[in-house]
């Protein structure tokens, strides 16, 4: 599990590819204070295990699922990533749940500065824009980030200069394409709720009322 308050900002060092996956050679810093193979980093919001590493760098294997899901596969030797260790059972909760399990993409439509802060524009799927609410939460390429307005086709964030200084947003341009995670805990609302005419559930004193009710 992650938070979605990025760590460091890493740099893509090489991108050995094979018919259908590849891996993703990502040089870093302060990830290495307790690193350890088969340890979980997300990049990008997506997350990944770790196969190798050495040198202030670490390798992940990234599946054809993946390349083909997210926005890894445009990926450069160069490129920037956000960078997150699983969460520490010690540690503070200083976003929201994140599995680094992407829901989809989304392509930013427009970037528009607001005095300190910076409005980023995000056109996604349907699928994607249903489990999103005004004030909630989304993973924008691993960063925990507030929705401030939402339409049938987009949805925008407001980005504080922190947020802009420690993470790869900026880099970004309009027409580029992000990943996505939606708050966990309206899909597992819906999936409940769908079972709602299931024997088991019938049963249950949980109903799709009483979460109404409760304010799900």
């Not at 992650?2 to 090489?14: K, P, Q, R, V, Y």
């Not at 749940?97 to 392509?107: K, P």
Request: glycine share 8%.
């Amino acid at each position: 599990m992650f938070t979605g308050i990025i760590e460091e900002i890493g740099t893509i060092t090489a991108i050995p590819k094979k018919a259908k996956s590849a891996q993703l050679k990502i040089k870093a810093t302060l990830l290495f204070d307790d690193l350890k193979l088969g340890d979980s980093v997300a990049v990008n919001g997506v997350c990944l295990t770790v196969t190798e590493f050495g040198d202030k760098q670490f390798a992940a294997d990234v599946m054809n699922e993946t390349l083909s899901r997210s926005n890894l596969g445009d990926l450069q030797t160069g490129s920037k990533v956000n960078l997150e260790r699983a969460m520490s059972a010690f540690g503070r909760f200083g976003g929201h749940i994140v599995s680094g399990h992407i829901d989809g993409t989304g392509r930013i439509i427009a970037i528009e500065r607001d005095d300190n802060a910076v409005w980023l524009t995000v056109s996604t799927s349907p699928l994607v824009l249903k489990y999103i609410i005004e004030k909630g939460s989304i993973a924008i390429d691993g960063i925990s980030l507030t929705v401030a307005r939402i339409t049938e086709n987009n949805f925008a964030v407001s980005i504080i200069p922190h947020t802009t200084k420690a993470t790869t947003l900026l880099d970004k341009k309009v027409g580029d394409y992000v990943n996505l995670e939606n708050d966990i805990i309206g899909k597992y609302v819906e999936r409940f709720c769908s079972l709602s005419n299931n024997e088991e559930m019938a049963n249950s004193n949980i109903t799709a009322e009483f979460l109404a009710r409760a304010g799900f």
